[in-house]
């Protein structure tokens, strides 16, 4: 079953522009995790924030929690072209945090 | 180190027909699993195995077997094809908590 919902399900910003994506989830977790996955290929780890963590920076991403919401935001600053992919959102539970239950994406497309 | 592959990268059967997906790790993980990415609904789980010796069903195990009798090897059996099971099928490793994917096998049945 699907406990992450990302929003929006498509976003499309010119080269340069900040892209903002959103994750909701259910049930309690003990991390949550975005992923990357370019057209055609398998998912790429970005970034992982535990359930005490309010915000994590990684290079060009920012992503934040909002555990009393059950949510998360992942932004990319100063996209680029090569950002162009579909994003995930993935969260695992308290008391097994391999298995993971994953969002539908959100498709990001930067235009040059 | 390869990380995590899978064979074959692309495959076409007939209804009923049988086959395996492989995937191997060689990054030592214990746990590893098996998803299938289909058009809006995400990735599903469809078995995934917390070690050499155990697996365990995920959310759409029905018409697949899966078996671990290495830590590397982690293949997926479909026992009779059908034309539902078009997908593309991923196989992910990890040690804690994240996860590591191989590049995926677009099998389509007809």
């Known amino acids: 079953s699907q406990q992450g919902e990302e929003d929006p399900q498509a976003l499309s910003i010119q080269e340069g522009e900040n892209a903002t994506m959103n994750c909701s989830y259910k049930?309690?977790?003990?991390?949550l995790q975005w992923y990357r996955q370019n057209s055609g290929r398998g998912l790429v780890h970005l970034i992982l924030?535990?359930?005490n963590e309010r915000e994590k920076h990684s290079g060009r991403l920012r992503v934040t929690l909002d555990t009393s919401k059950k949510s998360s935001s992942l932004l990319i600053t100063a996209s680029r072209a090569a950002d162009t992919a579909s994003y995930f959102c993935?969260?695992?539970?308290?008391?097994?945090?391999?298995?993971?239950?994953w969002g539908l994406g959100t498709s990001l497309a930067v235009n040059p | 180190n390869a990380g995590v592959t899978q064979t074959p990268k692309f495959q076409v059967l007939k209804t009923g027909q049988s086959m395996t997906l492989q995937c191997a790790q060689d990054?030592?993980?214990?746990?590893m699993s098996w998803y299938r990415q289909d058009p809006g609904m995400g990735l599903r789980l469809i078995h995934y195995?917390?070690?050499?010796?155990?697996?365990d069903q995920g959310e759409v195990p029905n018409g697949y077997n899966v078996s671990r009798s290495t830590t590397e090897d982690f293949p997926l059996r479909l026992l009779s094809a059908a034309p539902s099971q078009t997908s593309v099928y991923f196989c992910?490793?990890?040690?804690?908590?994240?996860?590591?994917f191989g590049p995926g096998t677009r099998l389509t049945v007809t």
């Open positions: 992910a490793s990890s040690y804690q908590s994240e996860q590591y």
């Open positions: 990054m030592n993980h214990e746990y």
């Open positions: 195995s917390v070690g050499a010796g155990i697996t």
């Open positions: 049930t309690s977790i003990n991390n």
């Open positions: 924030i535990r359930s």
């Open positions: 993935a969260t695992a539970n308290a008391g097994n945090n391999r298995k993971l239950i």
